[in-house]
């Protein structure tokens, strides 16, 4: 099979190799996956960068890719949710990642059928987002009728994260660029603040819950506007003790986890509120929820480039430009 994979790590721009590879062994739990479209994300950089080496340890060479749709192409012989034909989406399990290829063996708790009304190229923009938000909703123990910030909500995560937390009962506010204020608004968010215009810092307080997207200096930014007691979650500052606990780390990567995020847990204990860190996990059946969802409100994620696996290369280096309006795929099949 036709795959793009990762020689070695490389804090330059990632290199990825394509070419043949085998296809994968289907394991008794495993559903063979015909690839027909592979989402990009920057979380594949930060892959090829070795920066989640202290999360998940990948070997090289590595077949890339974290999200994408598909068509079962064949099962094993203990799956029992899914047949022949159907079509499917996941965010692959952290440790069995592929997706930049023509086939991917998945264990089935990883995998939920495609709302119909999506395209394949809409589909593979969904699972990597849509749980994202979900996990750290869940986390956060989001309550209805609260008020939710979600930093730089006018890309790809925001586009998943503001109906789902809608969805929850949430009044959502978020910030960015005005040229994005109608399609964001679109999807329902209460308040829409212009970053050109406005500092939400400046604008906002007393939030119940905020999704940080953004990291760095705007952290700070964003613990100021939380309530006492308030509670974030964070998919770009660092991990700290209490992710390492969640994820059964070992003693001595809980001390290195505890140590890089000791300011930002100092910053939250400033006034009683909580930090915490995220990095998505595979979950079919939350996956399936969100396709639950997603079929009752029929929104369709942007897709801001589609590529070709031999342009993987390509694919990348426009998602680590960032400013993206949208999700950038790759078309497998």
Known sequence: MKAAWLEHYSKGEPHLTVGEQARPKLGTKDVLVRVNVAAVNPLDNMIAHGEVKAIVPYKTPLIMG????????????????FKQGERVYARLPLDRIGAFAEYVAVDETALALTPSYLTDAEAAAVPLTALTAMQALELMQAEAGKTIFISGGTGSFGAMAIPLAKARGLSV?????????ERVT?????????????????????????????????????????????????L?????????????ASPVMKLAFRFVGRKYDAMAAKNGQTYDFIFVHSDGQQLAEVSEILAKIEIHPSVDGVFGLDDVNAALK????????????????
Not at 66 to 81: H, L, P
Not at 200 to 228: T, W
């Open 66 to 81: 974290n999200e994408c749709v598909g068509v079962v192409e064949d099962v094993g012989a203990s799956v029992t949710k």
């Open 236 to 248: 770009r500052g660092g991990p700290n003790r209490a992710f390492a606990e969640r994820i059964g």
């Open 173 to 181: 506010i978020t910030n960015g660029s005005g040229k994005n204020a």
């Open 318 to 333: 426009k998602v680590a430009g960032g400013g993206s309006r949208g999700k950038t795929v790759l078309q497998i099949k």
């Open 186 to 234: 679109a999807l329902g968010v209460d308040r829409f603040i212009d970053y050109k215009k406005e500092d939400y810092a400046d604008v906002l307080s007393d939030v119940d819950y905020v999704i940080d997207s953004l990291g760095g200096k705007e952290l700070e930014k964003q613990f100021s506007i939380l309530k006492r007691g308030g509670k974030l979650v964070s």
